[in-house]
Every structure is written in C-alpha cells, then in structure tokens.
C-alpha cells in the first residue's frame, strides 16, 4: 500500500522568502509522486510530478521538488514567495492501480 | 484546454434527500474517481470507474453509489444523506495508459446537509 504524509498543517513565509513543504512517502513500488496545489474555492491543479526520469523535478509557478529514495522524500520548494503562493498544497503517491494516495496538506500564507 | 465539470459549486441538501453529483470531462479519458475533501484530513477516495458500467469501491463507499453509463460522464448518489456527509465533493479523470499519469480534477461541489 502507498501513504504520503506532510509534515506541518500550516507553513507561514514572509514574500521573497524560500517556501519548504515537506513530503514523506512509503510505497510498495517504486513510486510516482505529485504535487498539486489548491487555490480558494477551486479544484487542485498540478504542479509537477516525479516518473523516475529525473530526481529533480521542475514545475509549474517556479515550483521544484526532488526525489531522494533514501530518505523516501519527495520535498516541494520555491526560492522567492510571492503573494500568489497562499494556497493549500497536496503531496499524492500513486500505486500500481491508477488511484492516488494524498496527504492532508499543507496550508501557505504569504505575509507581505 | 483540458476540463473537468460538476454539475454545482455549491449545493443545500435536507437530511434524507437523495443527492446527485454530476461529473463530466472532455478528455476522453478511461478512469473517473469522486473525492471527499474534509480538513485535516486531504482527500478521500469514494468511488472509482476503469470504464463504462464499472465501478470500484475506494476507501469510503458506505452511503455512496455511482453510475458511469458513458465515458465522459461519472455521477455520485448519496441514496439518504446525512450531516456527517457535509463536505466538499471533488470529482476527477485521468487516462489508463499509465499508473505515472495525472489526475485533472473539477472545481469541486460544496455540499451541505442541514
């Protein structure tokens, strides 16, 4: 079975600071990893996702993330907040059944 | 531009209604899955569809049903609701070919039962 979990409900950044939001997995398999982030009062939209190519993922919005399998992290970072940031994002494992595993999220506030 | 669309953004429901959530994508994707959102709590898959006619119970079935009777369109039943099933909806699609393929999910049914 896979699980992610997020570390910290609520991660608070000043804007230009680097934003860090934690993600640990586990799975049976090697696994595929995502990112996807909310915006009030709309479905989640991807931000980038990890499919074995490469350990460092680039995405959307200036977003990055890397695989490190020996910590079994999937880390989401952006190096400058912008207001725009402020949002709930979400860390999903996939399994070998097209279904996806999230954690609880983590909520950004930006603070000017 | 790919889209996933459900039926209301918000939606009021009595105690013992039946309620129906609809969920149509224009992608022509095989695979259909409806999500509850609670906080703290990320999301929760209810049900899921591999294609027409099918069906797969996710982690939280019980007070929920589904229909798939075309590709592009996945219905959620809540047969009696109830309080505890208030909550945000979200429905999504994605494509067979590929367990690394992504999810694309609609703008979600905020649902209350009073």
């Known amino acids: 079975a896979q699980s992610v979990t997020q570390l910290g409900s609520h991660v608070s950044v000043s804007e230009g600071a680097l934003v860090l939001l934690r993600c640990n997995y586990s799975s049976s398999v090697p696994p595929y990893l995502f990112w996807y982030v909310q915006y009030p009062n709309q479905g989640l939209q991807l931000l980038l996702k990890y499919t074995s190519a490469a350990t460092l993922v680039k995405g959307i919005n200036g977003f990055e993330a890397e695989f490190k399998k020996s910590e079994t992290s999937f880390h989401l970072t952006k190096p400058s907040a912008h207001m725009s940031d402020a949002a709930e994002y979400f860390c999903?494992?996939?399994?070998?059944?097209?279904?996806?595993?999230f954690g609880a999220g983590t909520t950004v506030t930006v603070r000017a | 531009d790919v889209k996933v669309t459900q039926s209301s953004r918000y939606l009021v429901k009595r105690t013992g209604e039946k309620v129906f959530l609809e969920c149509v994508q224009d992608?022509?994707?095989?695979?259909m899955f409806w999500y509850r959102q609670d906080p703290g709590l990320g999301l929760r898959l209810i049900y899921f569809s591999y294609d027409v006619k099918m069906k797969e119970k996710g982690d939280i079935p019980e007070g929920y049903s589904v229909s798939r009777e075309k590709k592009e369109r996945f219905s959620l039943i809540l047969e009696s609701a109830s309080t505890n099933q208030t909550s945000m909806y979200l429905c999504?699609?994605?494509?067979?070919?590929?367990?690394?393929?992504?999810?694309?999910f609609g703008p979600g049914t905020r649902l209350t039962v009073t």
């Open positions: 999903a494992v996939s399994g070998p059944d097209y279904k996806l595993s």
């Open positions: 999504a699609s994605s494509q067979l070919d590929s367990f690394s393929n992504e999810q694309y």
């Open positions: 992608m022509d994707h095989e695979n």
